[in-house]
């Protein structure tokens, strides 16, 4: 039987903030003085509904069309009904930590970030489905269908970590704006595909790129068809690494329309921002991309620590590169309840961004004593690796498991909050479940 577990993840100092509501970003069309909608936003919504809004001129202000969901009540995706939902425009889930107890993610447990309005599934064939590859730096711009990039290319199979930077922002206060991702923001499937290398050598690299940038065939949530929802990429050292990859299939099979099929980016250790999904167009830049999110505060941290809430200038914001080191508990599950007697064998993953995970530590007592995990090797470089740990409960009542990761950079995880940063990224703080012995 479950008691009612606290959140699966909470700050160890401080007031917690204030659960938000999660409000989806509603798309703010352009009034005219009288409050109608203007002809650009109406053509915008024409454009995402693929068809004229005969009585447009008669819309209120602010409406959106019903076509294109008016209600942002999350809802359960399809395929995907264990994951909870913040919002429905954008779509974006997270899974339960226990969920994420798989060595390997199963499809139905991935979670789900988008920044704008999926295409359609008609969209999405694989059949008729190219890829371009432009760009200043490109010696001689090419378009691939998905067949050729089969066909022309040696194909790589690798587990690898995808994390959204802002997985953990619930716990920061003051609180940032965006989705309140607990720990679940996070999962390791197996991705197939090519090298991306080997695809922009055959385009051709000019000596001077310096970076790469991607464009998806999802839209901005205005509707606006000139506009990405989000456009980021990686400096061209990282695409070029072994396991950056162009992939067609996760655990064997397609990939889930809303993990990106027919064709994604995927970078091993990197904010999953950048492994853009129903990617179109890839462009090698002889400067850093400037895509939608590359600038201001997205996917930026201050350089140097700040006291939270400081409004951070946009000039002393730095790219995020890899992701830091992080572990979860999937067993046993927040909030459950187990006899005293038995020892309790406990398990989950840990990763990092950059190297591999040398230690994993647990405790049972708040942090006062910690016992060593067994620690599983990575089954290639960027996959999760899997820790156990065996823990007798003493006696009835209440405990909290706590796992902290060590990387082979001697990096820890925090037992309190890292660092405050105004968009609420990178909080790799230490995972806190909660059990009952009874
Ligand atoms: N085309 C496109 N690619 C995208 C996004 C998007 O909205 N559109 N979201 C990015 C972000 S912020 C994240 S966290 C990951 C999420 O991948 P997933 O939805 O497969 O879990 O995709 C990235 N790639
Ligand atoms: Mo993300």
């Given at each position: 039987m479950d008691f009612p577990a606290p959140q699966p993840h909470l700050p160890l100092t401080g007031p917690r903030p204030l659960p938000r509501e999660a409000t989806p970003e509603q798309p703010a069309p352009a009034l005219n003085r009288r409050g109608f909608m203007s002809r650009l936003s109406l053509a915008s919504m024409s454009a995402a509904l693929g068809a004229?809004?005969?009585f447009g001129d008669q819309m209120p202000a602010g409406l959106v069309p019903a076509?294109?969901?008016?209600?942002?009540a999350p809802q359960a995706i399809p395929g995907k009904e264990a994951l909870s939902v913040?919002?429905?425009?954008?779509l974006v889930a997270e899974t339960p930590a226990?969920?994420?107890?798989?060595?390997i993610t199963p499809a139905k447990y991935l979670f789900v970030r988008n920044n704008g309005l999926a295409p359609?599934?008609?969209?999405?064939n694989p059949e008729n489905w190219t890829l371009e590859i432009a760009g200043e730096s490109c010696v001689k711009p090419v378009t691939l269908t998905l067949k050729e990039l089969k066909e022309k290319f040696t194909q790589h199979t690798l587990q690898m970590v995808l994390e959204c930077?802002?997985?953990?922002?619930?716990?920061?206060n003051p609180p940032a704006t965006g989705n309140q991702w607990t720990t679940g923001g996070v999962g390791c499937p197996t991705w197939t595909g090519v090298r991306l290398r080997d695809v922009l050598e055959y385009a051709g690299i000019k000596p001077d790129a310096v970076y790469i940038g991607y464009y998806g065939a999802d839209l901005h949530l205005s509707g606006d068809?000139?506009?990405?929802?989000i456009s980021r990429g990686v400096p061209i050292k990282k695409a070029l690494e072994d396991e950056s990859l162009l992939v067609f299939a996760m655990n064997g099979e397609d990939l889930p329309l809303e993990n990106g099929h027919p064709l994604r980016l995927m970078f091993g250790?990197?904010?999953?921002?950048?492994?853009?999904?129903?990617?179109k167009r890839i462009v090698i830049r002889d400067r850093e991309h400037d895509g939608?999110?590359?600038?201001?505060?997205?996917?930026r941290m201050p350089r140097y620590p700040v006291a939270p809430g400081t409004k951070v200038p946009a000039e002393d914001m730095d790219i995020i590169a890899a992701m830091p080191v992080k572990s979860l508990v999937?067993?046993?599950?927040?909030g459950s309840t187990h006899p005293t007697a038995d020892f309790l064998s406990i398990r989950g993953h840990a990763w990092t961004g950059e190297g591999d995970i040398s230690e994993v530590h647990v405790s049972l007592d708040f942090g006062i004593t910690w016992h060593e995990a067994d620690l599983r090797p990575a089954s290639n470089r960027y996959a999760w690796q899997h820790w156990k740990a065996e823990l007798k409960l003493p006696q009835r009542g209440y405990y909290e498991i706590w796992a902290r990761a060590t990387d082979s950079q001697g990096r820890s995880q925090p037992m309190v909050l890292p660092g405050w940063n105004p968009e609420g990224?990178?909080?790799?703080t230490c995972h806190r479940v909660a059990i009952q012995a009874i």
């Open positions: 004229e809004i005969v076509a294109l969901g008016q209600s942002a913040f919002n429905n425009r954008p226990h969920l994420l107890d798989d060595e359609a599934p008609e969209q999405l930077a802002g997985n953990g922002r619930s716990e920061f068809i000139k506009k990405s929802s250790g990197w904010a999953a921002s950048t492994c853009g999904k129903w990617v939608e999110k590359m600038k201001g505060h997205s996917y999937t067993f046993p599950k927040s990224y990178l909080n790799n």
